[in-house]
């Protein structure tokens, strides 16, 4: 999907090609945010990138493996960057607070509003994008929180049977129906008094469903 030369490289020529990647992909950004999927060209991609068209077809092949490359590394990129929790850290709420802010702040920025229409808009026609994108970001992310909830409910901190669904909770509670109403463009992204509030409560009411019986 991604067309790269084979021969062999030292180190420096392989630093210099992830710099000209990059350098690719930030132009593509720049063409599909302003113009989407279908409107965008790898002419107009080149010229942003500021690289032929020629050097543009030997690190992707296609339009199609560019968008799904751009928008794939970004929201896992999102997703390690976000999900990095500490599984021996006991201090389950701390660690839910971080997350939940740190969660709503990022689901929040425009950037990341606008690439999750584009992803929505260009998946009817390549249904393999909106899989991609959903197993880079929400599934991965769901699954480190899973792996946490694991290690509390091991330790008798958290009282869940089904941690997968248990993560899902904690974060659709946190957004709670914000990321739909930015979607459509409705009302202005939350302050950061507002997601510390929708962070509060969310961990409020998550412990009520998964907090661990009082003892006696």
Do not use: W
Request: proline content about 4%.
């Amino acid at each position: 999907m991604v067309g790269a030369s084979i021969i062999e490289r030292g180190p420096g020529s392989q630093a210099a090609e992830g710099d000209k990647r990059r350098q690719i992909l930030e132009g593509a950004r720049q063409v599909f945010m302003a113009s989407g999927f279908d409107g965008a060209s790898m002419g107009e991609i080149a010229r942003a990138a500021g690289v032929s068209k020629g050097t543009l077809y030997v690190y992707f092949d296609s339009k199609e493996a560019l968008f799904e490359a751009l928008t794939t590394e970004e929201k896992q990129g999102l997703a390690e960057a976000l999900f990095q929790l500490d599984e021996d850290d006991p201090d389950l709420r701390a660690v839910l607070t971080r997350l939940g802010n740190s969660y709503l702040a990022t689901m929040a920025r425009p950037e990341h509003v606008s690439l999750i229409r584009m992803v929505i808009g260009a998946c009817e026609k390549f249904p393999r994008f909106g899989q991609a994108f959903f197993e880079a970001g929400p599934a991965c992310g769901t699954g480190r929180l899973k792996a946490y909830f694991d290690t509390q409910v091991a330790a008798g901190r958290l009282a869940a049977t089904d941690t997968d669904l248990a993560a899902k909770h904690f974060l659709h509670l946190c957004q709670a129906g914000m990321l739909t109403r930015l979607l459509f463009n409705v009302g202005e992204a939350p302050d950061e008094a507002e997601i510390r509030y929708r962070v509060a409560e969310a961990v409020r009411v998550f412990f009520a469903g998964y907090g661990p019986p009082l003892a006696g």
